[in-house]
């Protein structure tokens, strides 16, 4: 099966590590995964900037080897980052911000790529809340 | 067209499970996982209106967070793994997850 | 032929982005021609009140991008017949044309969909 995943919360709620522990098994079942999108909150699990204690889940950086070592196509919306303060270098200088936080391999894009996820996918599956 | 529910917040402070109760197919299915498996805790009012759940409604629940909580589950209920959470969410038509 | 999207609106309008966010996705998908539907449930068949006010609070008013729907091709609209009786709204007048649904609708609703959203 073709699977979109989307994720919809930050990288301190239990259901972001749901959604990365679902698409590792999605993987391991020989399933595909045509695109991780990131909406609402779930722009903050693709931050370069948040810092876990020694001792905790290094979600964004799992998450971030995760895509890439997988070589999948994970893309965070553009709108939602904005708003939230997740910022490439291109929109950091197009704001006037002193700082980006959102690196590769994340790319920022729009809804349009949620729905062409869901239509190539055989199915959608979204993450949220705890 | 069967719809697989996954539900994660607390049935205590959050309104999403008896939404979705009223509104679920006779061959839809719920995946209880987060704080949502809370609703299995026994004695309480959740636990029984799932129980009264029709037959032909299945109950599943991710196992790590049952495990987390120290809950027992009732006996209809099976628990599901995360390789479980995916074969799931190719058996049904389509996934509802209440965000 | 494209698979059909139902979005389920569960949140208040004045209470953060997630109403606004949740249009945005029907709007985009509009935009794109695909199948989109959308239903106001619980706390989101508030976002059809005419009275409000946002403006009150600084926030944006939705009820532009509501009706912005059908322009961009999103046409099937509905809200819960039992979330407008529990908030007291099943006499107010809706901002949008849309169909009520009872539960057992509602159901049958999402069993003609091929994906659901619901936020």
């Known amino acids: 099966m073709k699977f979109a995943i989307a994720l919809f919360s930050p990288p301190h709620a239990p259901s972001s590590r749901r959604a990365l522990r679902f698409a590792q098994a999605a993987l391991a079942g020989g399933h595909e995964i045509v695109r991780l999108f990131f909406y609402q909150d779930g722009v903050h699990s693709t931050s370069s ?3 876990c204690a020694q001792d905790e889940v290094d979600l964004p950086r799992e998450w971030r080897e995760f895509v890439q070592t997988q070589q999948l196509d994970g893309v965070v919306c553009i709108a939602a980052a904005l708003r939230r303060g997740v910022l490439n270098d291109d929109e950091a200088q197009r704001y006037s911000r002193t700082a980006a936080n959102l690196d590769a391999p994340w790319e920022l894009s729009g809804l349009g790529q949620l ?16 | 067209m069967a719809t697989l529910h996954v539900l994660s917040h607390s049935p205590f402070t959050d309104s999403r499970l008896s939404s979705c109760l009223r509104i679920l197919g006779s061959q839809d299915a719920l995946l209880l996982c987060g704080d949502a498996v809370y609703a299995l805790q026994d004695g309480s009012a959740q636990r029984q209106a799932l129980e009264l759940m029709p037959e032909n409604i299945a ?5 790590e967070d049952v495990q987390a909580r120290g809950l027992l589950c009732p006996t209809r209920l099976k628990q599901v793994d995360y390789p479980g959470f995916v074969a799931l969410s190719c058996q049904y038509d389509k996934v509802n997850t209440w965000l | 032929m494209s698979k059909s999207l139902l979005i389920i609106s569960r949140q208040a309008p004045c209470s953060g982005p ?3 966010e949740a249009l945005d996705i029907a709007l985009a998908g509009g935009a794109f021609d695909l199948p989109i539907g959308l239903l106001f449930l619980d706390d989101g068949v508030f976002q059809l009140s005419s009275a ?16 912005a729907l059908p322009m961009f091709g999103v046409e099937a609209l509905y809200v819960s017949q039992r979330s407008l009786a529990e908030r007291g709204l099943q006499d107010q007048p809706s901002s949008l044309a849309v169909e009520r649904l009872d539960d057992s609708s509602i ?12 936020l």
């Open chain 2, 59 to 63: 109950l599943y629940a991710l196992n």
């Open chain 3, 52 to 67: 409000q006010q946002p403006a009150t609070l600084q926030q944006k008013d939705l009820s532009a991008n509501l009706q």
């Open chain 3, 107 to 118: 159901s049958a609703l999402i069993d003609r969909y091929d994906q659901v959203i619901t």
């Open chain 1, 49 to 51: 900037n948040v810092v």
């Open chain 1, 115 to 130: 729905h062409e996820a869901a239509q190539l996918a055989d199915r959608l599956v979204c993450f949220g809340g705890p």
């Open chain 3, 18 to 20: 997630g109403a606004r």
